[in-house]
């Protein structure tokens, strides 16, 4: 026998071990939050306070907190373990995967597969989903986290929250009729689907649909006032990457990034996730700084620089630290970059062999950043080395838009170091993929130029591209 103490179901359907209606009540509020990128996911420490014995609650208590109170995370932890021989299969499955989570010990493939278990077994908890991919996108594995999604797609076809979590790997595997399908089959069920807005953005943004991927998100943007601080500002940086591509006037950009991803820091979440805020807007000022906006943007981006002064920023995301390491060098902070970019390094030492590989190639990719923000450009292509491509790069934890600006970055390094050759070719390639973005033709029209009279014709050609481009998009914003 399983136990003596009263069984109560959650959303799913799945029993929970408890007396207290108001637990249950709020660990189905805590699934809306996580799912619907809320900001009261504390709502959980209301359930495991009506109910201190339950073992779902301690447990998904310990996983909220995780990040933010590591020592009240595992005393929730440890309650839950106390408990565990009079819980139910589902309670004991969801407490053996998020102790895998959160012991720094176990590799992430050994976390994942946890998770894969729990979801075998009870395959509608859709917030075990959600976990599940969240490691798979710091591993840089789409394949896996889109399996993972199919894998219980047939037991929830009618949920909200599922096609969401189905798009992203979708697109992030290049799939993208199929993630723009699902991403609208989300929006069908809920509308205010953040999620599965944030998928359908992508898609339009990717096949170089700026207009329509704008008037889409600013017309869902006033539902966005209910959610998180890295769903406000993550969705709006997706508005200002838009109107950037599109070559939309850069006032337009500066004020989504002014009123739009700065807006994010005003939110009172629970758990504010400032640091996401900061990703977001550190994203968009490097593509900016690669345009030649340095002295648009120079205030904001000291202002931001500031902010990594204080090493309390510093190791929450790596691609955190990476836009941080090159804001503080590009501002002159010299000394403090220097000395992120050493404790980014001494990390490498204290982290598990299976995963210092990807590390190394953080690192290798942060010392190029350094030396990019300092100007020295040949040094960058010898760090990188001639055959770089930032999309090998995903462990960092970062979508394909996101890591994106690498490539743009290294482009720029080409350019600068005189590689011409190389740059036509690295740019060509990426012009095949997303042939309807006017920066692309703006470097490989100066990289023909730099070839000389021979390649005259190709550099009038991909001029001339790139003005046809620049005038279609976002046409009554430039009148």
Not at 210 to 238: G, R
Not at 309 to 336: F, I, P, S, Y
Not at 392 to 399: V, W
Not at 445 to 468: I, N, P, V
């Amino acid at each position: 026998m399983e136990g003596v103490r009263e069984t109560k179901e959650d959303k799913w359907g799945y029993p929970v071990r408890t007396t207290s209606s108001a637990c249950i009540a709020a660990i189905n509020s805590y699934y809306h939050q996580i799912l619907s990128y809320g900001r009261n996911k504390a709502v959980i420490l209301d359930a495991s306070r009506s109910d201190p014995s339950c073992v779902l609650a301690n447990t998904l208590a310990a996983n909220f907190l995780f990040n933010h109170n590591p020592s009240k995370a595992l005393s929730h932890l440890q309650s839950a373990s106390l408990q565990l021989e009079d819980a139910s299969c589902y309670e004991k499955a969801v407490f053996r995967s998020i102790s895998c989570l959160m012991d720094q010990d176990v590799d992430d493939d050994v976390s994942i597969e946890s998770h894969r278990e729990v979801l075998k077994d009870f395959p509608k908890d859709l917030v075990c989903l959600k976990r599940a991919q969240l490691l798979c996108f710091y591993k840089g594995d789409p394949l896996l986290s889109l399996k993972i999604a199919e894998q219980i797609l047939p037991y929830n076809e009618h949920q909200s929250y599922m096609y969401g979590m189905l798009a992203f790997p979708l697109l992030e595997l290049g799939r993208m009729d199929e993630a723009e399908d699902a991403a609208k089959r989300g929006l069908q069920i809920e509308n205010n689907d953040f999620w599965s807005q944030h998928a359908l953005c992508h898609v339009l943004q990717n096949n170089c649909h700026f207009k329509e991927a704008v008037d889409f998100m600013e017309a869902c943007s006033p539902s966005w006032m209910s959610c998180s601080s890295f769903m406000f500002s993550h969705n709006w940086w997706h508005v200002s990457v838009c109107y950037l591509e599109g070559h939309a006037p850069l006032e337009k950009v500066l004020h989504v990034y002014d009123y739009g991803i700065m807006k994010g820091l005003d939110k009172k979440d629970d758990t504010p996730e400032y640091e996401a805020v900061y990703l977001d807007a550190l994203g968009l000022l490097l593509r900016l700084f690669v345009r030649g906006h340095l002295s648009v943007i120079d205030g904001r981006l000291r202002n931001l620089a500031n902010v990594f002064t204080n090493q309390c920023h510093w190791h929450m995301e790596w691609l955190l630290d990476l836009l941080g390491l090159w804001a503080l060098t590009v501002t002159d902070k010299t000394h403090r970059a220097n000395d992120l970019l050493c404790s980014m390094k001494s990390r490498l030492g204290k982290t598990r062999e299976s995963k210092q590989h990807a590390m190394r190639k953080g690192i290798k990719l942060a010392e190029a950043l350094h030396e990019y923000g300092r100007g020295n450009h040949e040094m960058v292509f010898h760090l990188l080395g001639p055959e770089f491509n930032a999309f090998h790069y995903k462990m960092i934890g970062a979508s394909d838009e996101q890591i994106d600006i690498f490539n743009e970055v290294w482009y720029d390094v080409l350019l600068k170091t005189g590689r011409s050759s190389d740059a036509i070719r690295e740019i060509q390639k990426r012009i095949n993929q997303r042939e309807g973005l006017p920066f692309l033709w703006q470097l490989l029209e100066k990289a023909y130029s730099m070839e000389g009279a021979q390649s005259e014709t190709k550099s009038s050609h991909a001029a001339d591209k790139a003005k046809l481009l620049q005038i279609s998009y976002f046409k009554e914003s430039n009148e």
